[in-house]
């Protein structure tokens, strides 16, 4: 159906950068918001970044200013740029797609995580 693949993970010293890919590939008709939600050890699952198909945004609030998502959607992919990190922002970060597939409709699908770590 769909299948997502993240990248761009690692670890990175207070106030620097990483971006994250993630690209959706399988069968399906449309890809319609895409996102990505962090999870550090000990807490739940919470929405850093969305975007819909049409480049609307919305943040969370602890990232507004200096996170970015963005995607491409001839290439079905999502980016995340994270600027002036926080070691409060480490935590795997999981890729998000709200897929439309023939037969089945409108599903949620995560990718398996990649580790952002923030030293400070």
């Known amino acids: 159906q769909v299948q997502l693949v993240e990248s761009g993970g690692g670890l990175v010293q207070a106030g620097g950068s990483l971006r994250l890919s993630c690209a959706a590939s399988g069968r399906f008709l449309f890809i319609n918001f895409m996102g990505w939600y962090r999870q550090a050890p000990g807490k739940q699952r919470e929405l850093v970044a969305i975007?819909?198909?049409?480049?609307?945004?919305n943040y969370a609030d602890s990232v507004k200013g200096r996170f970015t998502i963005s995607r491409d959607n001839a290439k079905n992919t999502v980016y995340l740029q994270m600027n002036s990190l926080k070691p409060e922002d480490t935590a795997v970060y999981f890729c998000n797609a709200v897929g439309v597939v023939g037969g089945i409709g409108s599903s949620d699908y995560w990718g398996q995580g990649t580790q952002v770590t923030v030293s400070s």
């Open positions: 975007i819909s198909p049409g480049s609307i945004t």
